[in-house]
């Protein structure tokens, strides 16, 4: 058989201009990054469901808020029975909107929107309409429980919360221990540099008042 007419099948080298190829083993390199890439995708997509922790309830001086990921319209029925467990009359949503307000809404629930980037801290018009919505739910009726979400539940929503427990009286790094025991992981460095310099200011001290601010959040 004439030389020319042999098909390459070894591990041998094919000479190329001043490159020496392996076809076998170019072949071999090629599967395992491709096998690597999945992986990879793989690990990324179990990480975004295992980092996820279940609702958390955070109760201090007779407020409850209850800290959650983002629900969608798929998985709205279940988020709406949760707020249940927990006398849930209101939803603050400080991320983007994935979900139609109207079921939640035909169970007496509210969704307030207090939008704010991710992974920052939040302008201090968000914090007086966040405080302003405590005094008014809490004042109407001081059994229920506030629920707010971001994405993950592990930054701006914890924040928000953090900032309530500074207002009745917590030290800023009791208030993250006590959400991190709950939601492990939650409140970036930013976000906890911005806790540490927060000054109260007594905006939840008159709750009580309910001449003042007796009305629910509609």
């Known amino acids: 058989m004439h030389p020319e007419s042999c098909s390459v099948n070894s591990v041998y080298p094919i000479q190329s201009g001043s490159h020496l190829l392996y076809p076998q083993k170019r072949r071999v390199n090629e599967i395992v990054a491709d096998k690597e890439s999945d992986c990879k995708l793989a690990m990324s997509t179990m990480r975004q469901k295992i980092i996820r922790p ?24 279940n988020f709406i029975e949760e707020l ?25 629930i509210e969704v307030k ?21 405590l005094r008014r739910r809490f004042g109407a009726d ?9 994405v993950a539940g592990l930054g701006r929503a914890p924040v928000l919360v953090a900032l309530a ?5 917590m030290k800023y790094e009791d208030a993250v221990e006590l959400i991190r025991e ?3 992981g939650a409140i970036n460095s930013k976000q906890l540099a911005y806790l540490e310099k927060y000054r109260p200011k007594s905006r939840l001290k008159s709750r009580n008042g309910h001449a003042k601010n007796g009305c629910c959040i509609q």
């Not at 001086?61 to 998985?75: A, E, G, N, S, Y």
């Open 54 to 77: 279940a609702p958390s309830e955070i109760s201090y001086k007779d407020m409850r808020f209850l800290i959650t990921d983002r629900p969608t319209d798929q998985t709205i029925t």
């Open 84 to 108: 249940k467990k927990h006398n849930v009359m209101d939803v603050v949503r400080v991320c983007e909107p994935t979900y139609k307000v109207e079921e939640l809404r035909k169970e007496g």
């Open 113 to 133: 929107d207090l939008v704010f980037d991710d992974g920052t801290f939040p302008p201090s018009e968000i914090v007086d309409q966040w405080f302003d919505l």
């Open 142 to 150: 001081p059994s229920s429980c506030v629920a707010v979400h971001c």
């Open 165 to 169: 427990l500074i207002e009745l009286g």
């Open 182 to 184: 709950k939601r492990r």
